[in-house]
């Protein structure tokens, strides 16, 4: 079975530091992955998302992740992290060869510090 | 255009109520989902709706009864719920139901609490 782990239940860094959130992922084959972002009391918004192909890529609001297939990982990283960028973050992994369903991580909870 | 769209945004409702959620897209997407999200945690998959029939029911209590009328909405009916029901309903699509490269779009929620 698939499964998805995000290490960091809270992270705070400070506004305009990097940023880096990490995911795990336990699949048998090339798994789809994806980042979703969470703002309070809000849907989930996809920031980006790996099919295949260059391993690193590139979101929305600044946001890119890499996939590193010797890791399971996909990793979500900022350069400059805004205060508007504080929310909770999901990954995802989807299969590949079956019904569309998602599994997600436990998810991140990001604070931005002034 | 990649929105979905949920209504009520808020509901409350007693435990003896019969309610409903709707949700509804126009991105001709032909899968449909209904997902529970209890605070702090990730969303859990409750129903999919693949070309208007239900194909994936995870084992979801028979108080909620999902509906899907044609390829735009889907609703979700509530009866006799529990308090422990109460939750962030989300609601998402995606262009085909199998496979692949389908991304999930997510619409806000609807945000029920059960007295």
């Known amino acids: 079975a698939q499964s998805v782990t995000q290490p960091d239940i809270h992270i705070t860094v400070s506004e305009g530091a990097s940023l880096e959130l990490r995911c795990n992922y336990s699949?048998?084959?090339?798994?789809?992955l994806f980042w979703y972002v969470q703002s309070p009391g809000q849907g989930l918004q996809l920031l980006l998302k790996?099919?295949?192909?260059?391993?690193l890529v590139q979101g929305i609001k600044g946001f890119e992740a890499e996939f590193k297939r010797s890791q399971s990982s996909f990793n979500l990283r900022k350069p400059s992290v805004h205060w508007s960028d504080a929310a909770e973050y999901f990954c995802a992994v989807g299969p590949v060869n079956a019904g569309n369903m998602l599994t997600f991580g436990g998810g991140t909870r990001l604070m931005v510090k002034p | 255009d990649t929105e979905v769209t949920q209504t009520p945004k808020h509901l409350v409702m007693g435990m003896t109520n019969k309610k409903s959620l709707k949700c509804e897209q126009h991105m001709g997407h032909r899968a449909m989902y209904w997902y529970k999200q209890k605070a702090k945690k990730p969303p859990e998959l409750m129903f999919v709706?693949?070309?208007?029939?239900?194909?994936i029911n995870e084992s979801v209590p028979s108080r909620f009864s999902p509906e899907c009328p044609n390829s735009s909405l889907l609703n979700l009916h509530l009866h006799a719920l529990q308090p422990e029901d109460s939750a962030l309903y989300l609601c998402?699509?995606?262009?085909?139901?199998?496979?692949?490269?389908?991304?999930?779009?997510f619409g806000p929620g609807t945000r029920l609490l059960v007295l």
């Open positions: 998402a699509s995606s262009l085909l139901p199998y496979g692949a490269q389908e991304t999930q779009y």
């Open positions: 699949y048998g084959a090339t798994p789809y």
């Open positions: 709706y693949s070309y208007e029939k239900l194909s």
């Open positions: 790996y099919f295949s192909g260059d391993t």
